[in-house]
């Protein structure tokens, strides 16, 4: 009984820090030449540093990095004379993400419409965006740099992520299987008093 009561006890504690993990909505929008750029980018917090930086594993020349960026969505546009193009998270990602007490401070993403296997040191990226810069290729993927003004942005949360239903379910049949050993326990001390 009281093995059963720790493990209760141990799976609650687990689950409930577990249960803080959030999904989180990163807006951004901004000027380039004659045009506008905006999109947005969304991450798990679950796993990351809440008090410190976070970098995929190849930084923004990583060849995997739309595989394994920090993202778990993404969508980038830019419309002017200069450069036009759109990403998602199979042609961009996110190189990195700072947080302080929690709170998003700083980040990163780059795209290439040709694929990141494309991009070494010697190849620009197509775009380079940061909360504090952006910077394109003129027609994309010319290698004439373009800058445009700083993003505007601001992070939402879209939703807590929801403790999974075998967990609620694996809790009430542990409450049940602790309720059925109590009666047992009681009616076996009923009939040995009687």
Do not use: C
Not at 41 to 68: H, K, Q, R, V, W
Not at 121 to 129: E, M, N, Q
């Amino acid at each position: 009984m009281k093995k059963l009561l720790g493990l209760a006890l141990i799976s609650g504690l687990f689950f409930s820090v577990n249960a803080e993990a959030a999904l989180y909505r990163v807006d951004f929008s901004g000027t380039v030449d004659d045009g506008t750029y905006n999109g947005y980018f969304t991450y798990d917090n679950a796993g990351l540093d809440l008090n410190g930086i976070n970098m995929s594993p190849g930084g923004l020349g990583s060849a995997a990095l739309p595989e394994d960026g920090l993202e778990t969505s993404l969508v980038m546009n830019i419309s002017s004379t200069a450069a036009s193009g759109s990403f998602d998270e199979t042609t961009a990602g996110s190189a990195w993400l700072i947080f302080a007490a929690g709170e998003l401070t700083s980040w990163l993403i780059g795209g290439n419409t040709l694929g990141f296997n494309t991009v070494s040191s010697g190849t620009v990226l197509d775009f380079d965006l940061a909360n504090g810069h952006f910077i394109t290729n003129k027609g994309l993927g010319q290698n004439f740099l373009v800058f445009g003004s700083a993003p505007d942005w601001q992070v939402t949360e879209l939703s807590a992520v929801p403790l999974p239903g075998a967990v609620w379910a694996f809790g009430a049949g542990l409450l049940g299987l602790l309720g059925l050993k109590r009666r047992r326990k009681m009616k076996m001390l009923r009939t040995a008093t009687a």
